[in-house]
């Protein structure tokens, strides 16, 4: 697969499907301003991966504003420029964690999260939390900007297998297989971070549940994931 493979039937619906992600993330308010990327690796396994552009609104991507990119932040195509700190973090989760879709968001109560002592969420309090038990890792140490490809490898490897990763003082990085079960494991990660900080908003004591309860119900969700396909089927019906 080349890059003349841009506009390929299997490429092409792979920027569908991105596009539309990205435009889902911005109807549901995890955008911010024009910052943040949503990546997809090409299916050869080339080391090549399609990227929202630089300088567009989450909202306004279309299939035809992806650009696609190596590892080292070449542009293979596509019409517009590719900010350099999306190269350095998805190239190297791509790379270093083998992750086919990697979603990057500062989206409001994850984050919040990331700024506390904790700064993660915790897995054993909703339900929609549960489904993340035993798939997060935490990277506790913030350095600024991702402006070199040592940064991007530092976030990798503080992820290693993990599927979900809170980067402190920071964001999120949401990654899965395939785009429909990434988008529905961010929008449902936003939802369990939004009802532990208005929980913990209440001033109250949280009960979380036992750790082994959390982990079958985290299978449960994990066995079954037709919910996730209707879901992203609806959001290209209706954005």
């Known amino acids: 697969m080349h890059a003349d493979d841009y506009a390929s039937d299997t490429v092409s619906r792979l920027r569908a499907d991105l596009a539309l ?14 910052c943040n990327h949503f990546s997809q690796e090409l299916p050869d396994h080339s080391g090549r991966f399609l990227l929202n552009p630089r300088g567009l609104l989450w ?3 279309q299939a035809d504003d992806i650009v696609m990119i190596d590892t080292q ?19 190297a989760v791509h790379r270093i964690c083998a992750k086919a879709c990697v979603l990057h968001t500062h989206m409001p109560y994850a984050t919040a999260l990331t700024l506390t002592s904790d700064r993660v969420l915790d897995t054993r309090l909703s339900q929609n939390a549960m489904r993340y038990h035993g798939r997060v890792a935490v990277d506790a140490q913030y350095n ?3 402006l070199d490809h040592h940064e991007g490898e530092r976030i990798a490897q503080a992820m290693g297998t993990a599927e979900i990763a809170f980067l402190g003082n920071h964001g999120i990085l949401v ?9 529905d494991d961010l929008y449902y ?4 971070c939004m009802a532990q900080v208005l929980a913990q908003s209440t ?9 082994a309860l959390a982990e079958r119900v985290a299978q449960q969700m994990a066995s079954e994931r037709l919910q996730s396909e209707l879901f992203f089927e609806a959001l290209r019906r209706n954005i």
């Open 144 to 146: 600024g900007l991702a």
């Open 175 to 183: 990654c899965g297989d395939r785009m429909d079960y990434a988008y």
């Open 189 to 192: 990660l936003e939802r369990a």
């Open 59 to 61: 909202s306004e991507i």
């Open 73 to 91: 932040g070449n542009k293979l195509a596509g019409r517009h420029e590719v900010e350099s700190t999306a190269m350095h973090i998805h190239a």
């Open 203 to 211: 001033g109250r004591p949280l009960a979380p549940t036992d750790a």
């Open 21 to 34: 992600a990205l435009r889902a993330a911005a109807h549901h308010g995890l955008g911010e301003g024009v």
